[in-house]
């Protein structure tokens, strides 16, 4: 499909957003996205009406549509449906100025995003370390070993390097890339959220070890879309069905 | 950085490919690109001074580096640094045709790659399901536990969704998007193979269950690029260093 053809379907209908309903999960990055760059969507599976959730369960089970997506989330965009947080976060930024116009640059946003990614993914495995079909009381105990290393190992090798980058990139204001905001920096806002709601322990002295980090989360938390949004019932609480997930004992 | 210094930079020096040098590992899905494409590049951890191990050292925890590489496989281009697996074949596939030109295909080709690399991720995961930085005999019950749920949900989930999309694009050739290889492609195929070497018996029954992808592997072995490639020294053999280990035990 060209772009232009893309262009003209926006006009006849709003994006779709798919996601699971009760939780910020992986769409959060996408719907953070879409909030700042005030762009019409529609968070189908939240839609209170049987038809949305219908059309989720197709999506996920069929066989005809081009393109299919592997899992949650996607996104409808006109015909065409893009799967995948960082792909869809690629297209969003370069239609919505969410990314540098630069090519290199543009590259750079997205390896952050995907590293952010990286960082997601093991957030989940730290609740889930051996399946997400399993409860995690079913998997409780290797869950606490691995919140620990995720905790004293990983987590600190992760925001270091943000807070590395960020400290490279400009000496004063808190940005990823360049001087605008791009999708990069509402991602590592929503990350920090996050690992403040499900380590609040071990975040407990980020202000002073990532100082820049914490001057993004408060930068981004102010922006007067993401107040709306975040005050708004579109954006749903954190809860234990989620990948931030606060238990206690897996906070130290 | 403009793409034209880049390109300008190239013909000053080869792409420098900075990886662990005693396995495939991620840098296996670069290595293979950068091979079919036909395209010079020094595989600097492996050369034999120690000049490119120190370099490679530096990287990791320089400081100064614009852009610094947050985890290897990276690539040195020019001046620049790209690393992230995915968004390195990004910019290999846009710069060495192994992506179509339409921007949504292209779009697709790197949803179908991060889609593979998230099974990657989960193979790394069954022999390291708690920690990276311990040893296997150290995780070991967990491992088994966590490769069965692997075997049995997992891997038909991913290898299916693979099966779907190349059924759908082409009804004879086994290719995922286009007419074309594209480096989703080599990925799809280093995948298998290393599914094939880790998990001999979940896998013996995959070319009835998954006829395209089998003929997509045989496909893309035979390519003369890639088979030269393999029969080379530069192919680094499978080993229990890598993300694709063979232990019997969790082999089922």
Request: aromatic content about 12%; hydrophobic content about 40%; charged content about 25%.
């Amino acid at each position: 499909m060209l772009t232009k053809d893309v262009e003209e379907m926006e006009r006849v209908k709003p994006y779709g957003l798919y996601y699971w309903p009760g939780i910020q999960g992986r769409g959060e990055f996408i719907r953070l996205a879409l909030e700042y760059a005030g762009v019409k969507y529609v968070d189908v599976a939240r839609q209170k009406n049987k038809k949305a959730g219908q059309m989720f369960a197709a999506y996920l089970s069929s066989h005809s549509v081009a393109n299919p997506p592997f899992a949650p989330p996607f996104l409808e965009v006109g015909d065409s449906i893009i799967g995948q947080t960082a792909a869809i976060l690629l297209f969003l930024g370069d239609r919505h100025g969410l990314a540098p116009r630069n090519k290199m640059k543009r590259l750079w946003t997205h390896q952050i995003q995907l590293t952010i990614g990286d960082c997601v993914n093991e957030v989940h495995d730290t609740h889930h370390p051996i399946s997400a079909s399993l409860y995690y009381e079913d998997q409780k105990l290797h869950a606490k070993r691995r919140a620990k290393i995720f905790r004293e190992e990983r987590m600190p090798k992760f925001l270091s390097w943000f807070e590395q980058i960020l400290q490279q990139n400009l000496p004063r204001d808190p940005r990823l890339v360049g001087r605008s905001i791009t999708y990069a920096d509402l991602s590592l806002f929503q990350l920090v959220e996050g690992l403040r709601y499900a380590f609040p322990r071990a975040m407990q002295n980020a202000p002073n070890s990532y100082p820049r980090l914490c001057a993004l989360h408060q930068f981004v938390a102010q922006l007067p879309r993401i107040k709306a949004y975040c005050a708004s019932d579109r954006r749903i609480p954190f809860n234990e069905d989620g990948i931030f997930r606060h238990y206690p004992e897996l906070d130290g």
